[in-house]
T-cell receptor, first 119, second 109 residues
Framework: DAGITQSPRYKITETGRQVTLMCHQT?????MFWYRQDLGHGLRLIYY???????DKGEVPDGYVVSRSKTENFPLTLESATRSQTSVYFC??????????????????FGQGTRLTVV | AQRVTQPEKLLSVFKGAPVELKCNYS??????LFWYVQYSRQRLQLLLR??SRESIKGFTADLNKGETSFHLKKPFAQEEDSAMYYC???????????FGKGTRLSVIA
């Protein structure tokens, strides 16, 4: 199916365990993003990637690791999960960096989200 | 630093009443502003962007650089407008989206 998909949709894990959230897009978009959504905080950027093998930190990167070996995949790993990482995680992709006037206006397409609970 | 402020966590209006979701931003350059919407059990999606000057589902938003605001408006609310609304900002071509904390709109029949 075309689009952007996240897996798993729901995950419960224990404190201290490593967990990886997957994100896959079929458009060959250059840019991919990971956000977490928390009550009272809205969406906060964790990491983003401009292309394969290029990643940058966002607002809240601590405790997370990303990789982008292929354009279509952008997995997010929690190396040692903590309760404060309980959240809903959204992956997004876009053709260009948003608001790029040279490329043309574009939008970010979001995955359906992964609800992660750390117990 | 870029910042987006949505002062209302929850906004309840009656069906047919006007709606205004407030968004203020702080940014020193030329920002691009967006409104994203998340309906129940659906993914986040773009509603509109200031550069397009379009009306989507009856919603409009005007960028006011003097007041640094990008309020979302609709003259007559519908029940299907009930959703979470996020205002977002980016530097022109260089930075990822920065989101506000969101406003939950509840339209009461």
């Amino acid at each position: 199916d075309a689009g952007i998909t996240q897996s798993p949709r729901y995950k419960i894990t224990e404190t201290g365990r490593q967990v990886t959230l997957m994100c896959h897009q079929t458009w060959s978009h250059s840019y991919m993003f990971w956000y977490r959504q928390d009550l009272g905080h809205g969406l906060r950027l964790i990491y983003y990637s401009a292309a394969a093998d290029i990643t940058d930190k966002g607002e809240v990167p601590d405790g997370y690791v990303v990789s982008r070996s292929k354009t279509e995949n952008f997995p997010l790993t929690l190396e040692s999960a903590t309760r404060s990482q309980t959240s809903v995680y959204f992956c997004a992709s876009s053709e260009s960096m948003l608001g790029d006037r040279e490329v043309g206006h574009t939008e970010a397409f979001f995955g359906q989200g992964t609800r992660l609970t750390v117990v | 630093a870029q910042r987006v402020t949505q002062p209302e966590k929850l906004l309840s209006v009656f069906k047919g009443a006007p709606v205004e979701l407030k968004c203020n931003y702080s940014y020193s350059g030329s920002p691009e502003l967006f409104w994203y919407v998340q309906y129940s059990r659906q993914r986040l999606q773009l509603l509109l962007r200031h550069i397009s000057r379009e009306s989507i589902k009856g919603f409009t938003a005007d960028l006011n650089k003097g007041e640094t605001s990008f309020h979302l408006k609709k003259p007559f609310a519908q029940e299907e407008d009930s959703a979470m609304y996020y205002c977002a900002l980016t530097n022109s071509g260089n930075t990822p989206l920065v989101f506000g904390k969101g406003t939950r709109l509840s339209v009461i029949a």
